[in-house]
């Protein structure tokens, strides 16, 4: 079964940390790009940050500097590490991955205080 897991979102101050991750099962993960969205109220989802196979990162311009997409392959799991986080990162943020098929988790919800 394919199954992407999402963890480590929660309620946080502005200025403040958060590290998401994505557990991966049921797919070959390695081969897989991994990318992190999300949604925010009466928004279109938006991609944030994405790695593919060989480690190679994008991020959207408004996250550049502040948030770190990293993967490990011997855990199949994504990470985003997000700092100095502002009330317009509050969001759902979800997992993808992506190799002739998209796959996406349930996402998990950030909330930034101002």
């Known amino acids: 079964q394919v199954q992407l897991v999402e963890s480590g979102g929660g309620l946080v101050q502005a200025g403040g940390s958060l590290r998401l991750s994505c557990a991966a099962s049921?797919?070959?993960?390695?081969?897989?790009?991994m990318g992190w969205y999300r949604q925010a109220p009466g928004k279109q989802r938006e991609l944030v940050a994405s790695i593919s196979s060989s480690g190679s990162a994008n991020y959207t311009d408004s996250v550049k500097g502040r948030f770190t997409i990293s993967r490990d392959n011997a855990k199949n799991t994504v990470y985003l590490q997000m700092n100095s986080l502002k009330p317009e990162d509050t969001a759902v943020y979800y997992c993808?991955?992506?190799?002739?098929?998209?796959?996406w988790g349930r996402g998990t919800q950030v909330t930034v205080s101002s």
């Open positions: 993808n991955a992506q190799y002739m098929r998209s796959v």
């Open positions: 049921g797919i070959y993960f390695s081969i897989y790009a």
